[in-house]
């Protein structure tokens, strides 16, 4: 059973929406996130990185930037910036990136639920990573920053989607980058509890993007539990800020690789080594993507490889069976050495919202070789976390990206 609930959000005021949505905090380095917010002062990436406020000489994880942070939201709500729906509500978020449009169910999903594990997750996270959230949500007393979950289509929520879609948005802006984001407010009482009560009967919903930000808030909220001797539940503490889209609606693109070097193989050796696990389809000077699971696109010097994977290769195991850790099992790890790319320095990974002619570049400046992987599903995400493993690093690339700021979660 899963508790997802309707809430009191604060959102913008009407108008000042496209100024204030930003991008996740952690698609920027501090150089770049300086850049984006300058002549931006409404920007959230403001608050979610307020380092941004501070000269090179202030630690980005200094405590004053973290009080900086608290400080900027709470005066931007005091003067009115943001708004507050009078009783708890969901709301319903759509992003439409290229013609393509997915909608998601704004709320919050519960604590419990994640230590339960009926929200399920498929990787790790890292404490140094986890830290910086914590601190961040325990500064500004709220949750920032949307987790990205997933569940099987249903259609009642369906139907509750497509009707409420039919009326007026909140919001209706398009973002720099192309994006367009509406909004509606699900208010009918009748609506709340049926998508209460709907989510109630789902026995598992996923993580899809926001691992950190989703253990962050877990951890801050077990903390105040623990803190509070008056503990009852139903604190806002017990529950973290969530979009969550029906498997149908959801895209995932490629996560690519590019390698370094060959350790120590010249260009055909390598081939050659490769094609003992792929079958090589075909060869040119341009790219032809992988069409379907088990293939992948290789680039070396100037020639491209469509390759497919052996039968010998193949797995039915959840994460053996996957794309990316055949290329790793088979080829990444045995013929050029890289047994952890999570740290091993020689392999680098490209999102596929950044095209063929990336791979291209990095191939013709700093790496010897390059893959285009087919998609990993959102099919093959659930059957990982439903068996309780995890995916190799960089397995899946979510686009488009959910904004924050636009949905703070209050849990003083």
């Not at 507050?84 to 509500?89: A, I, T």
């Not at 903390?223 to 149908?248: H, I, M, Q």
Request: glycine letters at 6%; proline letters at 4%.
């Amino acid at each position: 059973m899963a508790i997802i609930r309707p809430f009191r959000a604060y959102r913008p005021q009407k108008g000042l929406e496209s100024k204030i949505a930003a991008l996740p905090y952690d698609v920027y380095n501090r150089e770049e996130a300086c850049a984006a917010v300058k002549g931006n002062p409404l920007s959230f990436l403001n608050i979610d990185r307020a380092e941004t406020q501070f000269d090179s000489s202030v630690d980005t994880y200094a405590d004053e930037v973290y009080q900086k942070a608290h400080d900027m939201l709470w005066d931007m709500i005091q003067k009115g910036n943001f708004v507050q729906e009078d009783k708890p509500v969901y709301y319903l978020y759509e992003l439409t990136m290229d013609g393509r449009v997915q909608t998601g169910i704004v709320a919050c999903a519960s604590v419990d639920d994640y230590e339960n594990q009926v929200i399920k997750k498929h990787e790790n996270t890292r404490a140094d990573k986890e830290l910086d959230r914590i601190r961040h949500v325990e500064s500004c007393e709220a949750q920032t920053g949307p987790i990205f979950l997933a569940y099987r289509a249903n259609d009642i929520l369906r139907e509750i989607i497509a009707r409420t879609k039919k009326g007026q948005a909140l919001y209706d802006f398009t973002s720099d980058d192309g994006i367009t984001h509406r909004v509606w407010c699900i208010c009918a009482d009748e609506d709340i509890a049926t998508i209460q009560k709907t989510f109630e009967g789902l026995s598992q919903i996923y993580i899809a993007d926001g691992h950190h930000r989703c253990a962050s808030a877990v951890k801050v909220g077990l903390k105040k539990r623990a803190e509070n001797p008056a503990y009852t539940g139903e604190e806002e503490f017990n529950y973290f800020l969530s979009v969550l889209f029906a498997d149908e609606e959801l895209m995932i693109m490629d996560y690519n690789r590019v390698v370094k070097d060959l350790n120590g193989l010249t260009a055909g050796q390598f081939v050659e080594a490769v094609s003992k696990v792929y079958n090589i389809v075909s060869q040119g000077t341009t790219c032809q993507r992988p069409v379907h699971k088990g293939q992948a696109s290789m680039l070396v010097e100037d020639t491209w490889y469509l390759l497919e994977v052996k039968a010998a290769y193949k797995s039915n195991d959840p994460v053996d069976g996957l794309d990316v850790a055949i290329l790793q099992n088979h080829v990444l790890s045995p013929i050029l050495g890289i047994d952890d790319p999570k740290t091993d320095k020689r392999i680098d990974f490209v999102g596929g919202i950044r095209g063929i002619g990336e791979l291209e570049r990095r191939v013709k400046t700093d790496s010897r070789a390059a893959f285009a992987m087919y998609p990993t599903s959102i099919h093959e995400l659930f059957a990982v976390a439903d068996a309780g493993m995890l995916m190799p690093p960089k397995s899946t690339w979510f686009e488009p990206k959910l904004r924050s700021g636009l949905f703070i979660h209050a849990i003083n």
